[in-house]
DNA sequence: ATTTATGCAAATCGTTTGCAAACCT
DNA sequence: AGGTTTGCAAACGATTTGCATAAAT
């Protein structure tokens, strides 16, 4: 088993690119939370980290698939580590209030008749898919 | 049977709004689109509607739940008819390299399975849903 | 006559970028 | 040394907004 800073530290020199400390700080705070963050949200957990080094790693670490952008209902972009490298695959509840987005899981049976339909829906697009996402939209328990 | 324009009207009287000539261009346009627009897609179809009200009437437009807006991968949104008008249920192939929107959809079968789980999701995580995603993310024919 | 929509130009604000100093290896 | 990363401040660009005019009721 290996360690995930090894990991992340290993997929990035395979791109020629280094796992310099603003990066684990980054990574760090991804890991200690339960939800994408937000870059203010990054930022004021850290405040040694400049906003410009946020986005330039945040940028080259989704490059390297190491964190993944989620898009929510708002205007900011949120973060969150790569599933391959949480093993744990979800989706997310997205606030249409207030832009919050939560982790949610469906049943293996489902994912399972969803893998296999959009593998059939991605063919017959000539498609090459990468990723999915199954988000649902509404309003979160504070702002319903 | 009610003819769409008729339809549309009818819910935006029903928010106290009107349906202006600049609202119907729109409409006209999104309706004969076989995927979601950008605004400038949308401007470039009628050249005499201005940008700062092709923005303000989407924003009307979205809120009386008439458009929907749909978020790519790029920074620009895409808006489309809304289904409950085009009684049409889809799902969005989305590509990572240009953006570009195209609709997909799944067996009948395949969204039963998906409303229950995610019928249960919701209620696991007292969230109020109002629609759901299911987006393909990766690259285009054109892209791969 | 009043309220609402329009078009233009200017402002907004999350994000990106230029540059010189600090940091690796 | 030779390259990369950093922090600051300035620039960027999609979207929003102020305001005077035009349209709708």
């Keep these: 088993m290996v360690d995930l800073h090894d990991e992340i530290a290993g997929k990035l020199r395979g791109v020629g690119q280094r796992y310099t400390t603003n990066r684990r700080v980054i990574i760090d705070v991804l890991e200690a939370a339960t939800h994408p963050l937000t870059i203010q949200e990054i930022l004021d957990r850290r405040t040694t980290l ?65 893998a296999g339909a959009l593998e059939q829906a991605a063919g017959d697009n000539e498609f090459s898919a990468e990723d999915h996402r199954l988000d649902l939209v509404g309003r979160c328990r504070r702002c319903r």
Tied chains: 1, 2.
């Design 50 to 114: 400049a906003q410009s080094s946020a986005y330039r790693n945040l940028a080259v670490l989704e490059e390297t698939g190491v964190v993944h952008r989620v898009v929510s209902s708002d205007e900011f972009a949120r973060y969150e580590l790569a599933e391959d490298l949480t093993e744990h695959h979800h989706h997310h509840l997205i606030c249409r209030s207030c832009g919050a987005v939560a982790d949610f899981t469906v049943a293996p049976e489902v994912e399972l008749v969803l």
